[in-house]
């Protein structure tokens, strides 16, 4: 039988919840789709702090190279957050994904029919709404440098950072999103500033360029505070959205935002070989940790994309997607998506539930 | 009397339209409460370029300068679109953003109890919100120094950009930020990425430094994707935003869309002494311009924000604020808020009967 070795980092807070859960749905559709998953879990993030002073180990970062794919749950809590920059878990996290070179994070955000009313927008306005967000992830103001603290002339402190692209960066970012759009419903929108940034007219000039490979796609250009607006104004006419990374940072989580459902929202993190990374998009919630709150869902449907983009299973993929389907038809919510007439569940049972529909 | 110089940049698109109509509504709440105003026309942006060939004429500038206060319209068009940097209406603004060194930019987002239904957001969310962005206008990543094109060193063209603050830039924005919170609900979300950005990092510490002069005023700190995600969750959540330029841009604009009333916000930039800009946050809006379409109430309530701030003349800019408010009570709107059972008219009409209320 196939076999593909899992890394798996749970991380800090609902981290470990919600990865233990996800991992059952992966041995499980394994098994029935005939394959095997050898799992290895690792330090990261906050634990990795604690237990061994740094954010991402040197063995975590060499252990997940050589696997097959990652599965990452979340990093992060109050506990760290005054930590010096080289100290804190997020700085493990781009070091993860500057080490596994994984540039094109892609962020669904979708809104399921069951759970339209968890929007805050209107219902005719979120209805429908299916939108990808291809976010650069290695470069830019992330990465650029120059960066850090210096003097002015006047001897006053500055901070700085550097907003860098290269061509060769866009080129590859831009054709990962076109062919992500080729899939879904042939439309990009490249988001930028290219009215004030000349990092933003290199973008728009190479995304153009690009777009004569993929005439089947129609691209179009946007400015990021004009996006910001349209995705509250009309979500439902963005397709497939392209973007640096601060830009897609913001844009991704508003776009998430929109459809109301934080908890059920996966993301898969890749470059061009080697393992991908996958994780759900929202954060460690500490505040719910260890409680059996938290909401598994977008981590199985994290590890759905796993199958699909890391391991180029897709009939497993669809039927973890299928079981979480049946899962909210079956009526089963946790408390960030619950509302009246549902039965409210914690994490492990969502699970399980998840586990019977597969 | 009391006699004031105002400036009158009416732009591009629908901004002369605008712009003629607040100019009334100031004369005439000259003359009720006793102070008299000049005004002069000026070039800037598209305008500026087809009549002389630059964005920004130093004409233009220098009586802006000696002036009391500056009125502008709109920029930018299709037109001008694909111009060099150079001779993009855009760097028209940005020129005399810092030509007049306007660094604090306020941006009220409030969502009026007649316009309620004109925002995405459902009722409750909607209702009641309130917002003031501050935003930092004349430094970070839009004026920050290296930025242009250059080759990296496996010889590939790259764009960049520097964001970059310096310690008095942070303070004197956040000194504006406290003293704005103070005179609202007295608490003040300062939007960062310090998890990421060294430029941040300066910025969080400053802010927090700060704080200790305005102990009645409540600060807290928000990441930046955080914040565009909390601004769909719950508006109502947010008082007072301080933020950068860029996030500044962006949250502005999403936080304005939420409003659902574009066509309604104005916003003031204001510097240290001087005279300040005042303008509506909409755009040029080509598409409906020369067509008495627009909808003049973010001009002349950027009027209003020229009394106050500009002139320190908060009963007159109260006298404008309730006109426009009995205006829409008196079921008057323009096509982008009309909504059944109110009367439809266009922008000159609109002006006069904001004239009649005063
Ligand atoms: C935790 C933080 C460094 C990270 C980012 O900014 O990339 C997070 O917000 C995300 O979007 O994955
Ligand atoms: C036109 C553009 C340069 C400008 C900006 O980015 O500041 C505009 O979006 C604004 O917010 O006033």
Redesign the interface.
């Known amino acids: 039988a196939r076999s593909y070795s899992i890394t798996l980092l749970p991380g800090d807070g609902i981290g470990p919840e919600v990865v233990a859960v996800a991992k059952d749905a992966l041995s499980l559709v394994g098994s029935k789709e005939g394959f095997e998953l050898r799992f290895q879990e690792l330090l990261m993030g906050g634990a990795a702090l604690d237990a061994v002073g740094v954010p991402l180990p040197d063995e975590t970062l060499a252990a997940a190279r050589a696997s097959d794919a990652i599965l990452l749950g979340a990093i992060g809590g109050y506990k760290w957050d005054n930590n010096e920059?080289h100290l804190?878990p997020?700085t493990g996290l781009?070091s993860i994904r500057a080490g596994l070179g994984v540039f094109a994070n892609l962020r669904p955000a979708t809104v399921l029919p069951q759970l339209v009313d968890a929007s805050?927008?209107?219902k005719e306005?979120a209805e429908g709404v299916d939108i990808m967000v291809v976010r650069e992830l290695t470069g830019g103001?992330?990465f650029?440098k120059p960066?850090?603290?210096g003097t002015?002339d006047?001897g006053?402190?500055?901070?700085?950072?550097?907003?860098?692209?290269?061509?060769?960066e866009i080129d590859r970012i831009a054709r990962v999103a076109f062919e992500v759009a080729r899939k879904r419903g042939g439309k990009l929108c490249s988001v930028d500033?290219a009215?004030?940034?000349?990092?933003?007219?290199?973008?728009r000039k190479r995304v153009t360029a690009i777009a004569s490979e993929f005439p089947d796609v129609e691209l179009s250009h946007m400015y990021?505070?004009?996006a910001?607006?349209?995705?509250?104004?009309?979500p439902k006419q963005f397709d497939t959205i392209v973007t640096n990374n601060?830009?897609g940072?913001?844009?991704?989580?508003?776009a998430?935002?929109?459809t109301g459902s934080?908890g059920m929202l996966p993301s898969a993190s890749v470059g061009e070989s080697g393992p991908g990374l996958f994780e759900p998009i929202h954060g460690s919630a500490p505040d719910i940790a260890g409680q059996d709150k938290a909401n598994p869902l977008a981590t199985i449907l994290s590890a759905a994309m796993l199958l699909k983009y890391g391991l180029g299973l897709e009939s497993a993929a669809k039927r973890i997607e299928a079981a979480v389907t049946a899962t909210l038809d079956n009526g089963f919510r946790t408390g960030d998506i619950y509302s009246p007439g549902t039965t409210l569940v914690g994490c492990k049972r969502m699970g399980e539930e998840v586990l019977k529909a597969l």
Do not use: C, H
């Open positions: 920059k804190k997020e781009l805050t927008l209107k306005v103001i992330y650029g960066r850090g603290f002015n006047k006053e402190e500055i901070g700085f950072n550097t907003e860098l692209y290269a061509v060769s500033k009215n004030v940034l000349e990092a933003s007219m290199l973008w990021v505070d004009n910001a607006m349209q995705l509250v104004r009309n601060i830009f940072d913001i844009l991704s989580d508003e998430s935002m929109i934080i």
